[in-house]
């Protein structure tokens, strides 16, 4: 009859046998098993119920932090329904930067029209998205020539009326 644990690693392989239990009764998926909740394996059981892909993306833009982004997305997609079809027609959001949302108007008298509106404006903004982190609504007017800068700017008043 041949002796037990003759070498080094037989006696080391007995002893972590000994200590951490047989390896071979139980195998590595099998302990990965017990440790879970066993009600969780059964079809119909708790938390198996299929999500909506809704709810999926919106756990997973939740866990990386893109809420605020998505919303104030959101914000510039969903304009003409914040302000009205006639109000978008002649606005256009173009920046949503530090909680403020910047919106260039088609003309100065457009301009002071939505800062009329600009309460009425932002109270609906943060009702519908409250998590744009929205602070202000900036309106700006449209974009004319300036006569301050280029090639052959001339330091001074700029044009004027000589035909006096």
């Known amino acids: 009859m041949r002796e037990l644990a003759e070498t080094e690693p037989e ?18 998926d099998g302990r990965r098993r017990s440790r879970r909740d066993p009600e969780a394996s059964v079809p119909f059981g708790k938390g198996r119920d299929p999500r909506a892909l809704g709810d999926v993306l919106g756990g997973f833009a939740e866990d990386r932090g893109w ?4 919303a104030r997305a959101e914000v510039m997609t969903h304009w003409p329904e914040l302000v009205g079809a006639e109000n978008a027609e002649r606005t256009e959001p173009i920046a949503f930067e530090d909680g403020v949302l910047t ?44 006569f ?15 035909y006096g």
């Open 11 to 28: 006696r080391v392989w007995m002893r972590l046998k000994a200590k951490f239990g047989d390896p071979d009764r139980v195998t590595r």
């Open 67 to 70: 809420t605020t982004t998505l």
């Open 103 to 146: 919106v260039r108007c088609a003309s100065t008298a457009w301009t002071q029209q939505m800062r009329i509106l600009r309460a009425e404006t932002t109270t609906r903004i943060l009702a519908r998205f409250p998590e744009c982190g929205l602070e202000s609504v900036r309106f700006i007017g449209p974009d004319l020539p300036s």
């Open 148 to 162: 301050q800068r280029g090639r052959r700017s001339v330091p001074g008043r700029g044009v004027r009326d000589t």
